[in-house]
């Protein structure tokens, strides 16, 4: 397979003996060349799929989009023009696309050389990636970890300053997918002559380009077979798009003879001019847009800042105020200083990142057993706190999947089953005594159009081999399915030997069958199709389209004579039946009103509908680029379900930021290259990954790697899970503040022996408190959870009132109560008694006195005190530990 670099330019030259070659699915790295001029005075005909309306367009007014302000004007220009409508280009030839200069010969060696060293090599430029030591460095300075990092220093300056003290008093002074797209080597034509380019530095713009073995676009004119490109994965049409040498439109991506980069050519040959190269593709505008956007922080992340901040304050402001009372009680400042460093590891969890990064890491292994595969561990909450989801259609909402649901044949609709466990076949092929492998049903993995296969299905689930059935009636002809005759037909030998009649099929649109039939089978036997008939045709039509599926009809006749004698079937001897099959319905549309609806229902005219009494409303993207930021903010406030039509990657970023300003958190899910703006740009970006293109994968923050949209529910479940368990986790460690924090409180204010020592604190909070903290990750779901709303970012926090005042205010009381009560109790057994303990604290540290008297005037050693100040220590750390297990219970409910 060869491919192709830029923008492709179909020419309409003669073709000249170049060996093109057709069918097959090739990718296309270019697009087919533009056209500055208004479109040909006789087009083609339209083609079936969307390109004829489709619209690329932007709001005009970006008013209400925030900006960095870390990033120059000149970003946030480039950024505003990348979102702008791509414009017609002429590549820089003489004489423009259209131009007849553009010869069979190309470019010249030298000709190209000049536009390689203006222009550049067609690759597109790298995003900007982060380096491994700013990451490591965000982790290591990042949070709490920069108020430990300056308790470490402190520690450290004080123990120097109070060493040097001793010695000498008297001085006491932080897509690739897309960037890989081009191909190992690349065919042009350059002076008359094929040759291979190198991929690095790919053929610049323009040169005119041959495309042997049809790795590319269109044709030229006067080709057999039409040229078909597969732009789905940039442009949404969910079927190939017909190109043709004519300028159709002047917006590039509705004429018909460009074809983009990375496209592919699924039909058909082509000869091109590449008009754009690298970054000034399409492609490249999208993969430079999507680089480019300032990516917010996620909501969890938001709610630990939040959290951090709000600890972070406590810690500073009460080591501060109590620095400054050490000093105005009489402490010396080296004193405070330690105070200082106590009060703030006191304040600080430090097991509590840790926690949370092995809350989201469990999460997210769970979720990865339900193919939810999670890039970024801070995404996993966000999708449970998602109040608005935009959603892609074409390969996200559908699947490319059908399968027949209902049939209607006897004047009745029967329901078709076409599930692939045929559990009575099994066990019948079981009762053969068969080793197991050789028993289990084939797999019917089936390749092609999603019609054809579920047809295909059926009949091979309901009636027996299609195989056999295809040797016994072979095919003589057929007339393929197009979108203008909309039906599909075969004429096949019959199994009789000795018939010499021939049998003649079709398949397609029910009424372009039904205008084909003169009768109708019936328990058997063919009936004449009256009106009667019709209008039961029509009505069983009618019903199965308003289930939401597609309908297609079949019809059967023999033909007798030559081959040759044979013309459209119309006329007597044709059976109708109509097929219905599934294409997927998001649900039960009632209360879904749109101002249609509510005209219709009240027998007045549209006018007269007040626009905000609808719920539903559908928007087309030639409406959306006429308006401004303001009534797009109306639109999203008063409509609780849109629907965008034909909309191009610049709006679809415009539409979620749209939303964002509404203060929604923002889900995207998409699988094209036309999606990763939006996916990038969203709270959180859900990517294809069977069917979706590499660039989205990159782009999103997770991966449905069974390509279930269902499978969303599971990770908003999974996500508001994460959330309740994170505020259990941080409550059950917040509560051990309290017992932390009023030891050293006391020890400065009240001067009596310290309570609590700083290698106890530190042994609650990476020891005793981490393994029951995680321990929360695994509590299960409540019975309400997917029953709530969704969580208001604004007011519900992770860390509110309510949680303070239970681990602060309760619980954390409780345990500050029960460590003094086991402290004031074993200093009472030792002779110290709760009244002699206020002041003593000066004393009870003096290394020099040796005959301090407790309260009964027995005498104590510094070493005496000091075993039973650990014997404190423990008999306070343990009265911690035990109330915890208690909190541990509290907090599970």
């Known amino acids: 397979m060869q491919r192709t670099a830029g923008f492709w330019g179909v020419v309409p030259q003669e073709p000249q003996g170049l060996g093109l070659c057709t069918g097959g699915s090739r990718q296309l790295c270019g697009v087919v060349g533009a056209c500055p001029g208004p479109p040909s005075v006789n087009p083609p005909p339209p083609q079936y799929g969307r390109s004829d309306s489709y619209r690329v367009a932007t709001t005009q007014d970006k008013g209400g989009e925030k900006e960095s302000p870390k990033k120059g004007k000149s970003k946030t220009r480039d950024l505003d023009d990348l979102k702008k409508e791509v414009a017609m280009v002429s590549g820089g030839l003489e004489g423009g696309p259209r131009s007849d200069a553009l010869l069979p010969q190309g470019l010249t060696h030298s000709k190209a050389q000049e536009i390689l060293a203006r222009d550049g090599p067609n690759a597109l430029t790298p995003p900007p990636t982060t380096p491994e030591w700013v990451k490591f460095c965000r982790q290591l300075f990042g949070g709490f970890s920069i108020l430990l990092w300056i308790g470490a220093i402190l520690c450290f300056l004080a123990y120097g300053i109070q060493a040097g003290t001793e010695d000498e008093p008297a001085n006491d002074n932080v897509g690739r997918g897309t960037w890989g ?64 040498p004519d300028c159709t439109h002047d917006n590039p991506l509705e004429t018909r003879n460009i074809t983009f980069f990375s496209t592919n050519c699924v039909e058909g040959t082509a000869r091109g001019v590449v008009i754009a190269t690298g970054d000034r593709t399409v492609m490249g505008r999208i993969a430079t847009l999507a680089s480019g956007l300032e990516v917010g922080k996620t909501p969890i992340a938001v709610e630990i800042e939040h959290f951090i901040q709000l600890i972070t304050g406590v810690a500073v402001f009460l080591g501060i105020s109590f620095f400054i009372l050490s000093l105005i009680l009489g402490y010396t400042w080296l004193e405070a200083v330690i105070f200082l460093i106590g009060i703030i590891v006191a304040n600080v969890p430090e097991g509590l990142l840790a926690t949370v990064t092995v809350c989201l890491t469990l999460t997210a292994k769970r979720m990865a057993r339900k193919n939810c595969l999670v890039k970024n561990l801070e995404a996993v909450e966000t999708l449970g706190s998602t109040s608005t989801i935009c959603s892609d259609k074409t390969g996200t909402l559908t699947q490319n999947r059908m399968t027949v649901a209902h049939m209607w044949f006897d004047n009745q609709i029967h329901e078709a089953d076409t599930t692939e466990d045929q559990s ?25 159009d999603a019609s054809e296969s579920a047809l295909l299905k059926c009949i091979e689930l ?85 289930l939401g599926e597609r309908v297609l009809g079949t019809g059967r006749g023999v033909l007798g004579g030559s081959r040759g004698s044979w013309g459209i079937p119309r006329g007597p001897g044709y059976r109708a039946r109509v097929l219905g099959g599934s294409q997927g319905v998001l649900g039960d549309p009632k209360g879904s009103w749109t101002v249609e609806d509510i005209a219709a229902r009240l027998n007045i005219p549209v006018s007269q509908v007040n626009p905000r009494d609808a719920k539903a409303c559908v928007i087309h993207g030639t409406d959306l680029k006429d308006m401004s930021s303001e009534q797009i903010d109306e639109i ?31 889900a995207v899910t998409g699988d094209g290259v036309n999606d990763s703006p939006a996916l990038k740009k969203a709270d959180i970006g859900v990517a294809m990954g069977i069917a979706g293109s590499d660039v989205s994968k990159q782009a999103a923050d997770m991966i449905l790697l069974d390509d279930n949209f269902a499978s969303i529910v599971t990770g908003v479940e999974e996500g508001r899970l994460i959330f309740d368990n994170l505020k259990k986790s941080i409550a059950y460690t917040l509560t051990s503040n309290i017992p932390e924090i009023t030891p050293f409180l006391l020890f400065i204010m009240a001067n009596i022996p310290l309570p609590l020592g700083t290698i106890t604190i530190l042994c609650i909070d990476l020891g005793t408190d981490m393994v029951p903290a995680i321990s929360l990750a695994y509590e299960a779901a409540e019975s309400d959870i997917m029953k709530r709303q969704p969580r208001n970012p604004r007011s519900d926090k992770l860390v509110n009132e309510r949680l303070i005042s239970m681990a602060y205010g309760q619980i954390g009381m409780i345990q500050a109560l029960g460590g003094f009560f086991a402290y004031f109790v074993i200093l009472a057994e030792n002779g110290f008694l709760p009244s002699c303990l206020v002041g003593i604290r000066l004393n009870w540290d003096d290394r020099t006195v040796n005959d301090l008297e407790d309260s009964y005037g027995q005498q104590w050693t510094y070493e005496q005190r000091k075993v039973v100040e650990f014997t404190c220590h423990t008999a306070f750390f343990v009265s911690i530990v035990v109330v915890q297990w208690a909190d541990l219970i509290i907090c599970k409910t």
């Open 424 to 448: 009575g076949g099994w066990l019948a092929r079981r009762g053969t005594r068969a080793p197991l492998p050789l028993a289990l049903p084939p797999w019917r993995d089936v390749a092609g």
């Open 636 to 666: 999203l406030q008063n409509h609780t379900e849109i629907v965008f039509a034909r909309t191009s990657p610049q709006q679809k970023l415009i539409i979620v930021e749209g939303c964002q300003r509404q203060g929604a958190i923002v």
């Open 181 to 244: 797209a081009a191909g190992p080597g690349e065919v042009g034509c350059n002076g008359g002559q094929l040759a291979s380019q190198p991929c690095s530095p790919p053929l610049p713009v323009p040169c005119a380009w041959p495309i042997p073995g049809a790795p590319g676009p269109p044709g030229p004119p006067r080709l057999m077979r039409p040229p078909q490109v597969d732009n789905s994965s940039l442009t949404g049409e969910s079927e190939p798009q017909t190109r043709s």
């Open 462 to 546: 309901s009636s027996g081999s299609v195989k056999v059935m295809r040797e016994r009636n072979k095919k003589v002809a057929e007339i393929p399915f197009n979108s203008t005759n909309k039906y599909q037909l075969s004429i096949h030998e019959t199994e009789d030997p000795n018939d010499n009649r021939y049998l003649l099929v079709m398949k397609g649109a029910p009424e372009r069958i039904l205008d084909r039939c003169s009768t109708i089978l019936l328990q058997g036997k063919e009936q004449p199709l009256d009106e009667e008939m019709k209008e039961a045709f029509q009505n069983a039509y009618l019903e199965l389209g308003g």
